[in-house]
């Protein structure tokens, strides 16, 4: 019997089970952190109250532990709340823990339309249309996140060295038989910036990711999320993922990560 269709089943209002196609490369048993921080994304714009005029401008994500494949917990608090802005912050738990895996704080800003004039951002990358199709480097199992989302790059790849430019699209839905948001879309796939613009063999050195933000200053639109990544990494063993992100009508923000890098 497959995978559901989806990345989470709901269970009920807070609660979630996460099904196969979050498994991440690394551990049979644990899930890529793209899946869950689209999850405490969608938590913050859905908690009860939330204003409809404000929408994610920042969100950090730090990753307390693997997170696992199994029934997880979601909660949101207000940290702050203010006329223009608020500070949210979303939990996930899995089920019978007594402490969260991952945090996410979010930074809502207020918005109306068209109250200033727009500043393009920088230039767009060429469309998915005119990407390639790529596979993900090998993973021992048959059904993951490398199943649950295709890639197309327009610079390297997932099996090449340096930086890398790749769309992404998810395709099955954030949560089973939901629609999918275009803010499930960017947040599933920010997370891969790591991969994409790997400068290191994976064979010979660790390179794991603690955390996540996000910037975004325009909505996201569309089916398609790109991450254009580049890595560096400090012989003491830090390193950087810094990536722009797009989508088809072009720059929508920018994504960091923090990584632990060591030879294995």
Not at 54 to 83: C, D, K, Q
Not at 130 to 146: D, K, N
Not at 179 to 187: K, S
């Amino acid at each position: 019997m497959g995978a559901p269709e989806g990345f989470f089943e709901r269970i009920d209002a807070g609660r979630f089970l996460a099904t196969a196609y979050t498994r991440g490369p690394w551990d049979e048993g644990a899930q890529h952190a793209g899946p869950p921080a689209a999850l405490l994304g969608r938590a913050v714009e859905d908690r009860p109250g939330a204003r409809a005029d404000m929408r994610i401008a920042r969100i950090t994500y730090e990753v307390l532990r693997p997170v696992p494949i199994g029934a997880l917990e979601v909660t949101t608090s207000v940290l702050r709340a203010g006329r223009g802005t608020e500070l949210v912050e979303a939990a996930l738990t899995p089920e019978g823990a007594d402490a969260p895996v991952m945090l996410a704080r979010a930074l809502r800003i207020r918005v109306a339309e068209d109250v200033v004039p727009a500043v393009a951002a920088g230039p767009q990358v060429p469309p998915p249309g005119e990407a390639g199709a790529m596979p993900f480097f090998p993973v021992p199992w048959e059904t993951g996140y490398h199943t649950a989302m295709e890639a197309r790059f327009t610079d390297g790849a997932f099996t090449e060295l340096g930086p890398g430019t790749c769309w992404m699209r998810m395709r099955v839905p954030l949560v089973v038989a939901e629609e999918v948001r275009p803010l499930d879309r960017v947040l599933v796939a920010a997370d891969s910036g790591n991969g994409i613009s790997s400068v290191l063999d994976f064979g010979r050195f660790v390179f794991v990711n603690g955390d996540l933000t996000v910037h975004l200053h325009r909505h996201p639109v569309g089916e398609w999320a790109c991450v254009e990544s580049r890595t560096s990494v400090d012989a003491g063993g830090i390193g950087l993922v810094d990536a722009r992100l797009h989508d088809e009508k072009g720059p929508i923000g920018r994504s960091a990560q923090s990584l632990f890098v060591a030879p294995r």
